[in-house]
């Protein structure tokens, strides 16, 4: 069951970059930063996963948090 849920969880870090590439609302340097921070399992991503978010929700959250910082 552990390595079921780790290929899920691969898959939903590969979704969420995705997003991130696909992203146009932000620059190239903070796409990487956020990549870095999904593949190193920072950020709370594993914590999201597990209650169930979905890669979409995560990043419009992200974003949101992105635009109120501004």
Known sequence: MAMETELTYQH???KLIG????ETRINPVIKIEEIKCVLSDDCDYPDSFHQGETPEDIWRGEIDAMKDSQ
Request: glycine share 0%; charged share 15%.
């Open 19 to 22: 997003i991130i590439i696909a």
């Open 12 to 14: 939903w870090k590969l």
